[in-house]
């Protein structure tokens, strides 16, 4: 019966979490498009300027793509999870709000409140690990600077050449734009991408319901 896929709970978690996915995306699917255009001309004004041992820190950027591509399918799964207990925790306290004359009679209110609960640890379980998950790639993002920094300037000193004030502070500002751009904004649209997906599909499943049983619900 499709009138128990869905219910108005349901509805109203789609409209306030799921919608906003897709509000996300789209401001940042333009760096899907202009981050590797940016990357390609840092690199061109980074070898003209620093020379090859600009190729160090550049590779090392490069490297972290695919990494926040794996944390990105991360977050794309416990996206899904999440959704499942969210979805019912709110059915859940729905069904106790609209029956919560017959449970008081029927004395069911402490095993709804057990039940409740237990779905809850699960959804907190779940924000939980993409917070961890979350707090790691930050950790990342922020140490990549130095290890990228240290490898141009060690590699350029290996090669007999000097540093100056004026050299750091451009040779990091170009390294620092690239990594925002292509390993921050770039993986952030390829993250809210994938979420969006799972927001689309679970829109999709209640848009192909029945016009009767959606207004039922």
């Not at 509000?23 to 498009?33: A, D, R």
């Not at 590779?59 to 944390?71: E, R, S, W």
């Not at 059915?91 to 095993?111: C, D, F, I, Y």
Request: hydrophobic share 55%; charged share 15%.
């Amino acid at each position: 019966d499709s009138l128990s896929r869905t219910s108005l709970s349901h509805i109203v978690n789609l409209a306030s979490s799921d919608v906003e996915k897709f509000q996300i995306l789209m401001v940042m699917l333009l760096f899907l498009v202009i981050a590797p255009l940016e990357a390609l001309a840092i690199l061109g004004l980074g070898l003209a300027y620093v020379g090859p041992a600009f190729l160090a820190g550049f590779a090392l950027v490069i490297v972290l793509v695919p990494l926040q591509f794996y944390f990105s399918r991360r977050f794309g799964r416990l996206r899904r999870q999440l959704a499942t207990h969210t979805d019912r925790r709110v059915k859940l306290t729905s069904q106790a709000v609209a029956g919560a004359r017959l449970m008081k009679v029927q004395g069911w209110e402490h095993s709804m409140a057990d039940l409740i609960l237990a779905c809850r640890e699960e959804e907190l379980s779940g924000v939980r690990r993409s917070s961890w998950l979350r707090a790691t790639n930050e950790s990342i993002y922020f140490l990549a600077p130095l290890l990228q920094g240290f490898a141009t300037f060690a590699l350029h000193v290996g090669l007999g050449h000097t540093i100056s004030p004026s050299f750091v502070v451009t040779t990091l500002a170009l390294l620092n734009v690239m990594q925002l751009s292509l390993t921050k904004f770039f993986t952030l649209a390829i993250e809210y991408g994938a979420q969006a997906a799972v927001s689309a599909r679970r829109i999709g499943r209640l848009l192909v319901l029945s016009e009767q049983s959606a207004a039922a619900a």
